[in-house]
Every structure is written in C-alpha cells, then in structure tokens.
Antibody
C-alpha cells in the first residue's frame, strides 16, 4: 500500500523559508519512471504544480517559482523535502505530496497525500 | 499552458456534462483528469487522455489528442458534484487547468 504524508510548520512568517517534508511508504523512488512531487492549492483556488524529483534525480520546477524552490530526496529516510524561500501571504495554501509512475500510469499523478495547510502570516 | 472550460456549470442528476481542456502545444495524450471534493485531495479519474483509472465508474470517459481534450460524465450522479481538473505533462513538468466546478442545478 502506498502512502504519502506531508508535514511541516502550520504557520510561517513572511520572508521566512518554508520547509515541508513528504514521508512515503510502499514505493521505490529509484525505480525507473517514478517521480515524487509537490502541488499546492490556495484556499478556494486551483491546483498549482510546484516541483518534482524523478527516479534518476532529475528535478523540475514550476517556472514561476523556480528561483524560490528546492526539492531534495533522501531515500534512506523515505522522504522528499521541499523548501520555499522568502514566503509571502500569497503562499498560504494546502500543500500536497504526489506520486507518479510513468511505467504504470503514464503522465498522471496516481497517489496524493492528504494535504497540509500552511498559513503565512505575521 | 492549459485552458480549461467552462469554469463552472450547473447540471441535474442524470444529465451528461462535457468539460474541455485545450493545450497550448501538442501534448499527444499526456493528459489526465482529476476529481476533487471539498477538503479532500484530488482523485485520478483518467490518464493518457482516455484510460479510465482503476475503480472509476464507466460513466466517466475521456478523449482527445494533441491540443484538444474532453471529459464527459454521462448520467451524472449525486456524488459527481465536485471540481474537475485537467493536468498535462510536458518536458517532464506538470501543469493544471483552472478547474471546472460542477454544481447542482
């Protein structure tokens, strides 16, 4: 069974750096075709893709946020970590960790974490 | 870019509804559809433009290739009132449409 769980601070002050951790189980992130990424959704708004790290350590970022984002993977801890620098209240959102496997289900996000609400406020 | 329409629609139980997604470049069939209910994570409905994901009812169907894609829900059921998103994969990066909220008429 595949599980993904997001964790991190629920409240962050403007200009600080947000660090979110996705802890997963039931998947091998080094298997060909596998990717783990992050999506966010501001309250009442649409989904927004942020970043993904693939099986071969290839990393891709949303062009609009690339300068502020870093995604890393720690296979020994079964974790993928996302950092977002210089946060602003507009970064208030529910952040989802997601899993894709191109070999099993092409070009789709098969599994989602439950989501984690982060509020940016002073 | 991915342009999804309409932004919202009103329908009744038993209706058929159509949601469209238009890509700004040829993405072949690298498109998926998701359903999201309030307070929940999205759920994958369709991958590769037309492949129904496991456990998804057959009243959901997807079609399209290249730049034009469609999600059709036949015989709308009460549990289908939700927001639907399309998502594309290009150059190993993902993009979402702006969503379509299906509301009860």
């Amino acid at each position: 069974q595949i599980t993904l769980k997001e964790s991190g601070p629920t409240l962050v002050k403007p200009t600080q750096t947000l660090t979110l951790t996705c802890t997963f189980s039931g998947i091998s992130v080094t298997t060909n075709g596998v990717g783990v990424g992050w999506i966010r959704q501001p309250p009442g708004q649409a989904l927004e893709w942020l970043a993904v790290v693939y099986w071969d350590e290839d990393k891709r970022y949303s062009p609009s946020l690339e300068s502020r984002l870093t995604i890393t993977r720690d296979t020994s801890k079964s974790q993928v970590v996302l950092t977002l620098t210089n946060v602003d209240p507009v970064d208030t959102a529910t952040y989802f960790c997601v899993f894709s496997d191109f070999m099993a289900v092409p070009a789709a996000l098969i599994h989602w974490g439950q989501g984690f609400l982060v509020t940016v406020a002073s | 870019q991915l342009t999804q329409s309409p932004a919202s629609l009103s329908a009744s139980v038993g209706d058929a509804v159509t949601i469209t997604c238009r890509a700004s470049q040829d993405i072949r069939t690298y498109l998926a559809w998701y359903q999201q209910k309030p307070g929940k994570a999205p759920r994958l409905l369709i991958s590769a433009a037309s492949t129904l994901h496991g456990g998804v009812p057959f009243r959901f169907s997807g079609s399209g290739f290249g730049t034009e894609f469609t999600l059709i829900i036949d015989n709308l059921q009460p549990e289908d009132f939700a927001t639907y998103y399309c998502q594309q994969l290009t150059d190993y990066s993902w993009t979402f449409g702006q969503g379509t909220k299906v509301e009860f008429k």
